[in-house]
């Protein structure tokens, strides 16, 4: 196992029940090449002061299938957006934090999906939970 990889699952795997969710993960938004995909989200753990941030977005994008068991693939930009959300949205608690991204995750159609990217690919900037779900189908 690569060094990048073993970090990765060092950090986001709580219990080992987790690893192969990871590994789904990984095999999906790494197209091919996992360790590039593992280390560019180290990168953007990095960047965030709140440890626990990249961990929910893991667990949360982790369990995102579709209704055959399909992992769904958002963009990277979107996946970097959930993480500084996460991490900046600091007069929420994690909690709070972690049940509005999987009111976002919880709608699989082709729509919802391309809404949900788009209103992550923007999170970064908003600290409102309400505000990132407020347009998105599964809020209602």
């Known amino acids: 196992m690569d060094a990048v990889r073993d970090e990765f699952f060092r950090?986001?795997?709580?219990?080992?029940?987790h690893v192969p969710?990871?590994?789904?993960l990984l095999a999906a938004y790494g197209a091919g090449e996992?360790?590039?995909f593992a280390a560019t989200f180290i990168g953007w753990d990095r960047e965030c002061s709140d440890a626990e941030a990249a961990r929910i977005v893991t667990e949360l994008l982790a369990v995102f299938v579709d209704e055959k068991g399909a992992l769904v693939r958002l963009s990277d930009d979107a996946v970097r957006g959930a993480v500084r959300w996460m991490a900046r949205s600091a007069a929420l608690s994690s909690t709070e934090r972690a049940g509005a991204l999987r009111t976002l995750l919880s709608s699989t159609t082709p729509d919802a999906v391309r809404q949900t990217t788009r209103i992550l690919e923007r999170?970064?900037?908003?600290?409102d939970a309400a505000a990132l779900v407020a347009d998105h189908p599964g809020a209602r």
């Open 34 to 36: 996992p360790d590039v």
């Open 123 to 127: 999170a970064a900037a908003m600290d």
């Open 11 to 17: 950090r986001y795997a709580t219990s080992p029940i």
């Open 21 to 24: 969710r990871l590994e789904r």
